[in-house]
């Protein structure tokens, strides 16, 4: 058994930024290459602190589905993960064991050479017809991506073995509005392909200071090209070779076995009710108890049902999933095969976690601990005391269905002995961690 990890930075705020890294998630399941694609999250749940715990196999591998190197892929998901690295990847990862579990952390997928073909298919999609050997293709990339020479060696590259009449690099910045760049470019027509994971705002085409007849064609952004997940496959697959692979990870085994016993008599879990109906499974907010099908809006796909919880009743987007705000008026019906899934997507990490805490193993984080984990722009949580978390916490937590074992509170029956709100909370969430951030600069 194979588990890959794609993770993701994700939004407090914004539903939408994950879609990207869902988009290529799903193309790599239905691929079929590993045993499970797992999404995990800096802003959004699952997390990257419970990536271990949601993992079904005891051979993880993870990808930063970033297209460059940074402060994120070198510090804070390493840090986060528990890897005990700190700086650049090399191409071939690092390997750890975590747990009982072999864990090897790649490159961001920005950097697999195969990206090379990603950036000259979507230039070639966009010109249609046009000959490249006519055409400059610019490599647009952030300002962030600039550090490690990461769109230099991809340019130079494609320079070397495709026929564009030029290929050059360009970083995103206030300058470019004016389109001046055009002056520099050396070819009559260029096509820019934006280095990006999905579409920009303001569009390129904006930031570039592009006019309706200029001899520029924007290509759509590299990672929403349907080559992307294909590449991350055959990467990954050169870098494990024949290397070791794992078995069903003993402990999320027993836990979703518990789940799937107590699915098969009816169970309400958080704000949701999950009833057996013949050989399927129905879902739906226990407050729809009783509703009328027909008054509901019915998923049999785990995306659809994922899409659905990710933001409320007033379509404000849910980063913590076990906030109180369930939206209601639906229903989703799986296969036993799926209900696992459709779980995972509805409480992410909340099996796992529930169960672990039954066991008594499921080790709570104490604030002065992950206060003093933050770096970057969360640094000045470090001085955070206790207190100050608790009075943002009151206001934060109270809108959880979790139980904070961080902070001493008990926690003697889970959802899976039988109390619906049981979940465990092992360690602040991110976004109590900036919501703390912010109330330290009011
Ligand atoms: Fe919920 Fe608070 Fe735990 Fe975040 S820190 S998951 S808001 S209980």
Redesign the pocket.
């Known amino acids: 058994m194979r588990s890959l990890v794609l993770v993701g930075h994700g939004s407090h705020v914004n539903s939408l930024a994950a879609r990207g890294l869902y988009r290529v998630a799903e193309e790599l399941r239905r691929q079929g290459a590993f045993s499970e694609v797992i999404e995990c999250f800096w802003k959004e749940?699952p997390s990257l602190r419970q990536t271990m715990r949601v993992t079904g196999s005891t051979d993880v591998t993870v990808v930063p589905f970033f297209l460059s190197e940074g402060y994120f892929t070198d510090t804070v998901i390493p840090r986060e993960l528990g890897l005990g690295h700190q700086g650049p990847v090399p191409p071939e990862g690092i390997a750890r064991v975590l747990g009982g579990k072999t864990v090897r952390y790649l490159p961001p997928y920005g950097t697999f050479p195969g990206i090379r073909d990603v950036v000259v298919a979507c230039a070639l999609d966009a010109l249609q017809d046009q000959p490249p050997s006519d055409v400059a293709l610019v490599l647009l990339g952030h300002p962030s991506a600039r550090r490690g020479g990461n769109l230099e060696r991809h340019a130079q590259d494609i320079a070397e073995t495709q026929p564009f009449a030029a290929v050059q690099v360009l970083y995103l910045d206030e300058a470019l509005k004016s389109g001046e760049w055009l002056a520099d470019v050396h070819a009559a027509r260029a096509v820019v392909v934006p280095f990006f994971s999905d579409q920009a705002e303001p569009p390129v085409t904006s930031a570039l200071g592009l006019q309706p007849h200029s001899p520029v064609t924007v290509a759509r952004p590299v990672g929403t090209h349907p080559g992307v997940a294909d590449m991350i496959a055959r990467y990954v697959q050169t870098v494990i070779q024949d290397g070791f692979s794992g078995d069903a990870d003993r402990v999320s085994l027993a836990a979703w076995t518990e789940l799937m016993r107590q699915a098969k008599r009816g169970l309400r879990l958080g704000e949701a009710l999950i009833t057996p109906q013949g050989t399927l499974f129905e879902v739906r907010h226990a407050l729809d108890e009783g509703r009328a099908s027909t008054e509901l809006t019915t998923f049999v796909t785990v995306e659809g049902l994922r899409d659905a919880v990710r933001v409320d009743d007033s379509g404000a987007h849910r980063p913590?999933r076990?906030?109180r705000t369930l939206p209601r008026r639906w229903r989703a019906v799986f296969s036993e095969d799926d209900l696992p899934r459709a779980i995972h997507a509805l409480y992410p990490a909340v099996v796992e976690e529930s169960y672990a805490c039954g066991c008594h193993t499921l080790r709570s984080t104490p604030w002065p601990t992950t206060a003093r984990r933050q770096t970057g722009a969360y640094a000045r949580i470090q001085k955070a005391t206790p207190a100050q978390a608790e009075e943002v916490?009151r206001r934060?937590?109270s809108?959880?269905?979790?139980?904070?074992l961080?902070v001493g509170e008990p926690l003697l029956q889970t959802v899976l002995t039988g109390v619906p709100g049981g979940i465990p909370?092992?360690?602040?969430?991110?976004?109590?961690i900036a919501e703390v951030r912010d109330h330290l600069s009011d």
């Open positions: 749940e913590v076990t906030f916490a934060v937590c809108g959880c269905l979790r139980s904070r961080w909370c092992a360690e602040a969430c991110t976004y109590l």
